[in-house]
């Protein structure tokens, strides 16, 4: 089943498209992230593998966007996340 799809075929998590978030640039979240260790944080990069095995940013986390959903278990919702 689509996780956003109940047997009925009503959409139950709408609501999370409709949530603010806060982007930052760069230097914003270099500077946020000088103040915690990388234990107080997720990174999540959301690019296909080929893309992360080339580069990312080092404690970052590969989870390809179109496995988003069905992967958020394995984000920490208490931990501030950023994702690129």
Known sequence: MHPFITKN???MRWKQFLTPVKS???PETKKYLNDLSAEDYNIID???PGEYKKGHIP???L????ELAERSSE??????????
């Open 59 to 61: 404690g970052a986390k």
């Open 46 to 48: 959301v690019r296909q």
């Open 63 to 66: 989870i390809p966007v179109a």
């Open 9 to 11: 075929g009503v959409n």
């Open 24 to 26: 930052l640039n760069a």
């Open 75 to 84: 984000i920490d919702p208490a931990k501030p996340t950023f994702v690129y």
